[in-house]
């Protein structure tokens, strides 16, 4: 009999997952019954959604960062395009709007949301004089209300951490800079970065170095500021810190599933409790976690998500074959960061390693260039649209690129000065 293996979520998590299970089992002549359920029939890159507000070339519109979610199912993984509404692990059931379905194996990569609603008064002025650019039609509406800015206060508020991609609104602010100098109105604009986090990243080193940037480009940082309420004019943060804006850009405060919570496998904010390295759920057997809905220390990422499903599906066969899951996830992340005038950083770190500057894929060559401004690094970011449809998405393995981080090529001396 077929061995029923369901994956939630349709997010490049759940995804790769599905289609690097089925490549998989095809080769081991597994007999596998996959099932992927999700509610997005249209699938965003959301990396798109930071160039949309500036109208980028190839960002200009949605049609230029959304694809059909079925086009990338592999052949021999079932779409089933239905909105989950329970997960019972104890019966090994999954409820849709549609039917119960049941399962040997559980994948579970449902994303997470942002919340305007949590934040006092950002609800009445979002749209109007508080925008976001992390879903895709708020970046487009915020494409307009750049446009349509004469200068003054721009904040960029960070409301709460975790947020997905931490680097975003630092991007953002570097790519503001960039936008209002070619409008001749950056001499009128004060541009403040303000985060609840104490610098720009979390980790000394990058942190040490995008505060530099952020300096040299003129733009302020206002650090340990959680946002508490928004009016017309004014944001509140907790420590009783008030700031005036003219345009305010806010990442609202994230949270996971409540499906998750719902079947006692969350950490109470809707992300699942998984174990760091094996990537299984601490609270239920046969279920992984994969992508932002885990609770795992790292960045809430793409590359992360794409990571996690390589040793997730590893760990899934392994147990399909009665062993035991690896140990192998080291929360391994890589990300360009856009910095503004066609240049960007690269950065690939784990739980263990911070972002360290040196060279990326290969000692010496590179040819991308660790925690350095480069031309390079950019136009890697922009190829980074193509190898997500043609190689991430279709499970496609990425040349040079492994599951767990490399030290080669980094300079450890880097740490020495921390
Ligand atoms: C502005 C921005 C820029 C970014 N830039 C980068 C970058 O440069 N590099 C990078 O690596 N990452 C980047 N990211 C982060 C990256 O996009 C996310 O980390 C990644 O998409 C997470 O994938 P996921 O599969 O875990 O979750 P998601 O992509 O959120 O997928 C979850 C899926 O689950 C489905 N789902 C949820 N609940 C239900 C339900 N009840 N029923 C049915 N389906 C459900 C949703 O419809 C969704 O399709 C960026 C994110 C943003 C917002």
Same mark, same amino acid.
């Given at each position: 009999m077929d061995i029923n293996v369901i994956v939630l979520g349709d997010g490049i998590g759940g995804i790769v997952t599905a289609n690097l299970l089925r490549k998989k089992a095809q080769r081991d002549r597994l007999s596998l019954n996959i099932r992927l359920v999700g509610n997005s029939p249209v699938h965003t890159y959301q990396?798109?959604?930071? #160039?949309?507000? #500036?109208?980028?070339?190839?960002?200009?519109?949605?049609?230029?960062? =959304?694809? +059909?979610?079925? =086009? #990338?199912? +592999?052949?021999?993984?079932?779409?089933?395009?239905?909105t989950i509404e329970a997960i019972d692990t104890d019966q090994r059931t999954v409820t849709t709007n549609e039917q119960?379905?049941?399962?040997?194996?559980?994948v579970v990569a449902l994303g997470c949301r942002t919340l305007v609603d949590s934040i006092d008064g950002l609800r009445e002025q979002w749209g109007k004089t508080a925008q976001g650019f992390y879903t895709p039609d708020s970046a487009m509406q915020l494409a307009v209300a750049l446009e349509n800015f004469e200068g003054g206060n721009l904040l960029i508020d960070v409301a709460e951490t975790p947020i997905k991609c931490p680097v975003a609104p630092v991007e953002f602010a570097f790519l503001a800079d960039e936008y209002l100098r070619k409008r001749g109105i950056r001499n009128k604009t004060r541009i403040t970065y303000v985060t609840p986090m104490g610098g720009a990243f979390t980790r000394p080193v990058c942190d040490r170095f995008l505060t530099y940037l952020l300096k040299e480009k003129?733009?302020?940082?206002?650090?340990?500021?959680?946002?508490?309420?928004?009016?017309?004019k004014t944001i509140s943060c907790a420590n009783g810190r008030d700031l005036e804006y003219d345009l305010l850009v806010v990442i609202p405060p994230h949270e996971g599933s409540d499906l998750i919570e719902d079947a006692g496998l969350g950490?109470?904010?809707?992300?699942?409790?998984?174990? &760091? =390295?094996?990537? &299984?759920s601490v609270k239920a057997e046969r279920v992984f976690f994969v992508g932002d809905n885990s609770n795992v220390p790292t960045s809430k990422a793409g590359s992360v998500a794409h990571f996690q499903a390589e040793v997730v599906v590893h760990n899934l066969l392994l147990e399909i074959a009665g062993k035991d899951a690896e140990a192998y996830a080291d929360g391994h992340a890589n990300c360009f960061i856009e910095t503004g005038n066609s240049k960007a950083v690269l950065v690939d770190f784990n739980y263990d390693i911070q972002p360290l500057p040196g060279k990326f894929p290969l000692p010496v060559i590179g040819p991308m260039s660790l925690l350095t401004e480069t031309r390079l690094n950019h136009l890697g970011k922009l190829a980074f649209k193509h190898v997500y449809w043609n190689l991430l998405l279709p499970a496609r393995p990425i040349p040079l690129v492994g599951t767990r981080m490399k030290m080669t090529g980094k300079d450890r001396h880097a740490l020495d000065i921390t």
């Amino acid at each position: 009999m077929d061995i029923n293996v369901i994956v939630l979520g349709d997010g490049i998590g759940g995804i790769v997952t599905a289609n690097l299970l089925r490549k998989k089992a095809q080769r081991d002549r597994l007999s596998l019954n996959i099932r992927l359920v999700g509610n997005s029939p249209v699938h965003t890159y959301q990396p798109g959604m930071l #160039f949309l507000p #500036f109208r980028k070339p190839g960002y200009r519109d949605l049609s230029d960062i =959304q694809k +059909a979610t079925q =086009q #990338f199912i +592999a052949p021999g993984v079932e779409y089933v395009c239905e909105t989950i509404e329970a997960i019972d692990t104890d019966q090994r059931t999954v409820t849709t709007n549609e039917q119960t379905l049941r399962y040997d194996w559980l994948v579970v990569a449902l994303g997470c949301r942002t919340l305007v609603d949590s934040i006092d008064g950002l609800r009445e002025q979002w749209g109007k004089t508080a925008q976001g650019f992390y879903t895709p039609d708020s970046a487009m509406q915020l494409a307009v209300a750049l446009e349509n800015f004469e200068g003054g206060n721009l904040l960029i508020d960070v409301a709460e951490t975790p947020i997905k991609c931490p680097v975003a609104p630092v991007e953002f602010a570097f790519l503001a800079d960039e936008y209002l100098r070619k409008r001749g109105i950056r001499n009128k604009t004060r541009i403040t970065y303000v985060t609840p986090m104490g610098g720009a990243f979390t980790r000394p080193v990058c942190d040490r170095f995008l505060t530099y940037l952020l300096k040299e480009k003129d733009i302020y940082i206002t650090t340990d500021s959680y946002l508490s309420s928004v009016t017309d004019k004014t944001i509140s943060c907790a420590n009783g810190r008030d700031l005036e804006y003219d345009l305010l850009v806010v990442i609202p405060p994230h949270e996971g599933s409540d499906l998750i919570e719902d079947a006692g496998l969350g950490d109470g904010l809707g992300y699942g409790r998984t174990d &760091k =390295q094996t990537l &299984k759920s601490v609270k239920a057997e046969r279920v992984f976690f994969v992508g932002d809905n885990s609770n795992v220390p790292t960045s809430k990422a793409g590359s992360v998500a794409h990571f996690q499903a390589e040793v997730v599906v590893h760990n899934l066969l392994l147990e399909i074959a009665g062993k035991d899951a690896e140990a192998y996830a080291d929360g391994h992340a890589n990300c360009f960061i856009e910095t503004g005038n066609s240049k960007a950083v690269l950065v690939d770190f784990n739980y263990d390693i911070q972002p360290l500057p040196g060279k990326f894929p290969l000692p010496v060559i590179g040819p991308m260039s660790l925690l350095t401004e480069t031309r390079l690094n950019h136009l890697g970011k922009l190829a980074f649209k193509h190898v997500y449809w043609n190689l991430l998405l279709p499970a496609r393995p990425i040349p040079l690129v492994g599951t767990r981080m490399k030290m080669t090529g980094k300079d450890r001396h880097a740490l020495d000065i921390t």
